[in-house]
């Protein structure tokens, strides 16, 4: 009759466990697929960031800004020198 009851014992904990060990399983499984959707969702804010920065410095958004301060392409015509006395060059 022990020998019974020990048994049964035996086979409750390790079905128990089984159970458990599925459960924590199925808690990793859902919470390595949100982490992966958040994974996704930062990759696609890095790319769009990216995106904006090479956008924001291409060299048509560098000349209109520079442009819009009154900056204008160098012209020869427009260069003065200043002449210093006494310098040897």
């Not at 960031?49 to 560098?62: I, M, T």
């Amino acid at each position: 009759m022990v020998l019974v009851i020990a048994v049964g014992a035996l086979v409750a904990g390790l079905l128990f466990l089984y159970l458990w060990q599925g459960a924590v399983l199925s808690e990793l499984r859902a919470q390595r697929a949100q982490i992966l959707l958040e994974l996704e969702e930062v990759e696609r804010v890095r790319l769009d960031l990216a995106y904006q920065v090479d956008r924001a410095y291409s060299l048509d958004e560098v000349a209109l800004r520079a442009r819009a301060l009154g900056m204008v392409p160098f012209d020869e015509e427009r260069t003065r020198y200043l002449v210093l006395e006494g310098g040897s060059h």
